[in-house]
């Protein structure tokens, strides 16, 4: 699953349910394994929509991508958008826990920035899919 959406809280909270529903009808993933992975997900979407392009004109868009390994298990769920790093604000107490929130829910987290704008890989290691999903998996909806 793979797409280019609005970097706007609208546009990630409506991805959020979608991943959501996805994850459960695809790939059958249970309820706790879902959750970790929607809300790290929504996270970094969140990111993007509200840090990422503050001082950049529009179009702001963010990309989504949902990777499955059937025979490994790995799940893998990278957000990526073309605005600017910014460095967390400690003085702000709301903020500022995003990062560390991913890093809790995934078993691994890589968050890359450059000029052209930041990548947030997360990947979950053990997430066995129900036998009688395996035939609907990524690649029936890969550009959607």
């Not at 503050?54 to 868009?61: G, L, Y």
């Not at 947030?120 to 395996?134: G, K, Y």
Request: hydrophobic share 40%.
């Amino acid at each position: 699953m793979r797409s280019q959406f609005a970097a706007d809280l609208s546009a990630a909270t409506a991805l959020r349910s979608d991943l959501d529903q996805w994850l459960y009808e695809a790939l059958g993933l249970p309820a706790a394994i879902r959750y970790d992975v929607v809300l790290a997900a929504y996270e970094a979407m969140a990111n993007a929509a509200l840090h990422a392009y503050r001082d950049v004109a529009p179009p702001r868009t963010m990309g989504v991508e949902v990777r499955y390994d059937a025979t490994t298990g790995v799940l893998a769920v990278t957000v990526t958008d073309h605005g600017r790093w910014r460095e967390q604000d400690t003085t702000d107490s709301g903020h500022g826990r995003g990062i560390t929130l991913m890093r809790g829910l995934a078993d691994r987290l890589s968050v890359n920035t450059s000029l052209n704008g930041t990548r947030a890989e997360m990947t979950w290691t053990s997430c066995p899919i129900q036998p009688e999903r395996s035939s609907t998996l990524l690649d029936d909806t890969a550009g959607k």
